[in-house]
């Protein structure tokens, strides 16, 4: 951080190409779709411009997915205004899960991947903020003060929200299984 | 039901390793070191913008509760009046919240952004869902904008000099949506009839979302910055460095 701050531009490119992968993967899960790489190449432009607010010491990490995290909402947001609706999202899931296939019994896979697209279509179903915190902790694999950071909320609202986001999901879950079993 | 939660924890996480991202952009670290070639080098924040921060990241948390507090303690002023001294330091005013923080006021800011012609003005009227006013005085806009939550219409103007005149208008009946630091002194003064706010010195502008929760983007440096309301609107206008100039093109808007 002190190379970037002392003017050297090989250094921010470090710290792009370092973080750019799970960037990427924050852009694409809260949503930026098709815009995600405009997203992150924004994201981290905005960073450069705001590292004058960025303190010493704390965590580049969970500062620049913030940033990202923001960038991919408004995205989302713009993209659903012009017409480019959810029904993207089935299209998506599929997508993002393709390697769900590539266990060894074809069966178990279906199984599996079934089962897979089911807790994603419960995750969609959950209102924003529970949906948002999930996706930090498990999806991005975030701790708990990362996600406090990226999402702006003070601790206790991440532990209380998650654990209500969870105990929602489970009840999605068994409640989808016992249709099918029906 | 710890088991439970711990079988959904371990679900969510065997369905994180399967979802496929994809890479980002092989170009990534070119194209982002091409667009800040330009920009100035970041300097590390100073002890006193850093109280700022704090100040600012706590009032975020919390702004609500605050404003709460704030009413209440508005709603006590009758009865109360030694209060009013530490209230002065705090008013609102139909969607700008204003904050008057200690310490030595930043001595220039860049000038405002350049809006880009996203949209018509008969686009902007039906995305915002109220009439653009515009001042005789600048003419057709350059740019216009619309917020991302469709609340904020941006017009600009580039004058002839090279300066940039921007106008941002609002609906005056939203939550508080600039939260502005203010170092030094603010200045009461009117549009025609309608009372204005005048800040003489360049000062940091966060926008915060209706949610609470979050800001749109990083806080920016105005300049100095007149604001006033209109007819249901609030109206703020960057771009000009003294008063008698922010209030000829205010007093023009129709």
């Known amino acids: 951080m002190a190379r970037v701050r002392g003017g050297d531009a090989d250094a921010y490119a470090e710290l792009v190409r370092r973080h750019a992968p799970i960037a990427r993967r924050t852009a694409v899960l809260l949503g930026a779709g098709a815009d995600a790489d405009d997203v992150v190449q924004e994201g981290f432009v905005k960073a450069y411009r705001a590292l004058g607010t960025f303190r010493d010491g704390a965590e580049f990490r969970p500062w620049l997915l913030r940033i990202v995290a923001n960038e991919a909402r408004n995205a989302h947001r713009s993209a659903v205004r012009r017409g480019a609706r959810e029904e993207n999202a089935a299209v998506l899931d599929a997508d993002l899960l393709h390697r769900a296939g590539d266990a060894a019994d074809p069966a178990q896979a279906v199984l599996l991947a079934d089962r897979r697209v089911g807790l994603l279509a419960a995750l969609r179903g959950l209102p924003e903020p529970h949906r948002l915190v999930v996706t930090c902790r498990y999806l991005l694999d975030l701790d708990e003060s990362e996600t406090a950071t990226v999402l702006g909320w003070p601790r206790g609202t991440v532990k209380s929200r998650l654990h209500r986001a969870l105990g929602r999901l489970r009840a999605e879950l068994r409640t989808a299984e016992e249709v099918t079993d029906a | ?245 922010a209030l000829a093109i205010a007093e023009s808007v129709g």
């Open chain 2, 1 to 245: 039901m710890p088991e439970a939660t711990n079988s959904m924890e371990a679900e969510l996480r065997a369905l994180a390793a399967e979802l496929d991202t994809g890479a980002p952009a092989a170009d990534l670290a070119g194209a982002v070191l091409l667009r800040i070639r330009t920009e100035p080098v970041p300097a590390a924040p100073s002890a006193a913008a850093e109280r700022v921060r704090r100040a600012r990241s706590w009032l975020r948390a919390r702004w609500r509760a605050v404003l709460a507090a704030l009413v209440a303690l508005l709603a006590g002023l009758s009865l109360a009046p030694p209060v009013r001294a530490t209230v002065a330091e705090w008013f609102g005013f139909h969607g700008v919240v204003v904050t008057q923080q200690p310490g030595p006021a930043p001595t220039s800011a860049p000038p405002p952004p350049v809006g880009t012609r996203q949209v018509t003005l008969a686009q902007a009227r039906v995305l915002v869902g109220f009439q653009p006013r515009l001042p005789s005085a600048l003419g057709a806009p350059t740019g216009v904008e619309v917020s991302a939550d469709r609340r904020v219409l941006s017009l600009t103007w580039g004058d002839d000099r090279g300066g940039v005149v921007r106008i941002d208008q609002f609906n005056g009946e939203v939550e508080p949506r600039f939260w502005k630091s203010v170092r030094g002194e603010v200045q009461f003064a009117d549009v025609r009839l309608d009372p204005a706010i005048w800040f003489g010195v360049p000062h940091e502008l966060v926008v915060l979302l209706p949610d609470g929760t979050h800001h749109r983007e990083p806080s920016r440096l105005v300049g100095p910055t007149l604001v006033w309301q209109s007819r249901g609107l609030t109206m703020r206008l960057e771009g000009k460095q003294i008063l008698p100039e």
